[in-house]
């Protein structure tokens, strides 16, 4: 008796892709080459496959042509790499040419803390525009449960493709760690989930090609949720520890001494330490999508909103403190000098998005403080209203500061220089502890 094959004639296509993808033949646009976008394209084009990164933003797609990076984790070196493999454009009818899209568009908060869906809907429909028979569609960016299926699903099947016979739609979330140097993402799991069986395998198929590891899960809601419980739980665990720093300093404790010591423990705590806020794309964000979706199916979320409500409020927090340190040398903030370092959100990564220091900055320009700032990866500060150029570090710009608020521990800052030309330093990082600088005009948060 001939042996039956496991699939049906209607799954063709599934087969063609697999087929496709298995042997690298099949061709990979990444929509959206940002932080996300990029170093994926890059390492698909890298493994061999044909790769077309697709962006509306045309400075970036020049400057990709010449060879020219953006991101910090990848480097020009890497772009040239990679020429005659990657093909950056901004011609949107290389998304009808390509087996497979992935999909890395922003999703920011709107004014309201709503979830702002537009890069989602715009990139869907410009997929949509351009849909064949044979193509899988992966999004990467996050977003809340159910955004895969009941927001982008249907706008495909207006065009007439059935999904897991003509088209196939999956999510998985990026874990991606900008400036990490330890851990490339190629080493970090891969969390696939589909619409349907063939998209989910589809997937992950496909990811094999360039991670170490791919786990699948079984359905595009599990994967969307994976990311918001891995974000959701660094928000509240960083706003548990905001809520210890602020006790402990009432209670006249060193709050960065009881987290070494409570790491010890081999078993049942993780160390996460408090700082001037929350930035970036990620953690401000996410909560507040799935608290948002929490409560359209009628489910009200205390931890979350409670840490991100912690975490929004230590800007101002530190501003007090700023107020307290100053008072004790008998001064205020108004009129006083007050050089803040690093604006960044985070260590080493020049990016602004959602940045502590730039509420930082406000507060004290609505104090009046005499506000300079100085950071190595930011030259100028244009944004929210601030106009600010970095000052350069020196002994003599140092010494005329009243206050110095370090709010970003650049790994480039020089920290004993710094520490030994300054009168007054308050640390939200513990940075100077950190590299080894002990002083008595350091006061830690
Ligand atoms: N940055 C991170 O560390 C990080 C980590 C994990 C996940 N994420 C998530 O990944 C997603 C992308 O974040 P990012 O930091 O890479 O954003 P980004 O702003 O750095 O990059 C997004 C890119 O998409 C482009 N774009 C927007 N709309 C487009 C469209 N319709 N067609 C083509 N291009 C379009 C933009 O021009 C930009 O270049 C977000 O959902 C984010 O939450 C980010």
Redesign the pocket.
Known sequence: MAIQSPYKKEHTMYKQLLKLIQSKKSKVCV???????LPIAVEFAKKGFFVYG????RS?IEKLQKGISYIDDISNKHIKAVIGKFHPTHDVKVLSEADVIII????PLRINKAPDMS?IL??TC?VADHLRPGQLIIL????YPGTTRDIMLPVFKRKGLVPEKDFFLAFS??????GNKKCHFTKIPKIAGGTGVFSGKLAVVLYSKVIDKVVQVSSAESAEMV?LLENTFRNVNIGLVNEFAMLCDKLNIDIWEVIEAAKTKPFGFMPFYPGPGIG???LP??PLYLSWKAKKIGFKTSMINLASKINFLMPGYVIERAKRILHKRKSGLKGARVLVLGVTYKRDIK?LRESPALNVIEILQNEKAKISYSDPLIPYLDINGINLKSTEINQANLKKQDLIILITDHTKFKYSFIAKHSRLIFDTRNAFFTHNVKSANIVKL
Do not use: M, Q
């Open positions: 929509l959206g080459l940002g932080y996300v976008g697709f962006d509306t933003k970036r890395c568009v922003p999703t890069f715009k990139a410009s990467e960016s996050t977003t979330p990026e874990r991606i760690d900008p990311k970036g794309h990620c964000c996410d990016d």
